[in-house]
């Protein structure tokens, strides 16, 4: 089998390899927090806890969001590492059926579960939007509906002077 590489291929090649050396050099911050992810185990422990494959680009953003709105996240995350690992559960409800609500670790597998499945990190008012189209929650209907692209209808966020929500561009 004969390979033909031109000399245009190979400096392509060596172009994309020096611009991925180049970004980790220039963004060493993006660099250090995939290698925190990874060590912290987070894309295993988010695989278990939603029983389905996750992505490590997501998976990254989740894990830098949920250590924004929570500074102990990262402690948390290795608790909740380390009691799955001493109980080898066999599936996300067996750990959920032998602690309670009012376990810590519960409510960090709770705090996972609940960001990839909504795609939101955060509570209240302090809510912080992560994925849309692909968050976990239109997994089960992605084959026969689309993702809504838009809230309640268009312009629904403005609303009229007396009070009704604007539907054609009124007040918006």
């Known amino acids: 089998m004969k390979h033909n590489l031109s000399r245009r291929r190979l400096l392509q090649g060596m ?3 020096s ?7 220039i963004f060493p911050a993006r660099a250090y ?3 925190q992810m990874a060590d912290k185990g987070f894309l295993s ?5 939603v029983s389905r494959p996750v992505g490590p680009i997501l998976g990254q953003r989740y894990f830098e969001a949920l250590i924004r709105h929570d500074a102990q ?3 948390k995350l290795t608790s909740l590492q380390t009691l799955l690992q001493q109980h080898k559960f066999a599936h996300v409800d067996d750990f959920l059926a032998a602690f309670g609500a009012d376990n810590a670790d519960w409510q960090t597998a709770k705090r996972i579960i609940s960001a990839w499945y909504t795609g939101v990190v955060g509570d209240g008012s302090d809510l912080e939007l992560i994925a849309y189209a692909d968050a976990m929650m239109y997994l089960p209907t992605r084959d026969i ?8 209808g268009p312009f629904y966020w403005a609303v009229t002077q007396d009070g009704k929500v604007a539907t054609t561009g009124e007040g918006a």
């Open 15 to 17: 172009g994309v390899l």
């Open 33 to 35: 927090a995939a290698e």
């Open 19 to 25: 611009l991925g050396a180049l970004c980790n050099s």
């Open 45 to 49: 422990v988010s695989q278990f806890l």
């Open 145 to 152: 509906l689309v993702v809504p692209t838009y809230g309640g």
């Open 73 to 75: 996240f990262a402690q």
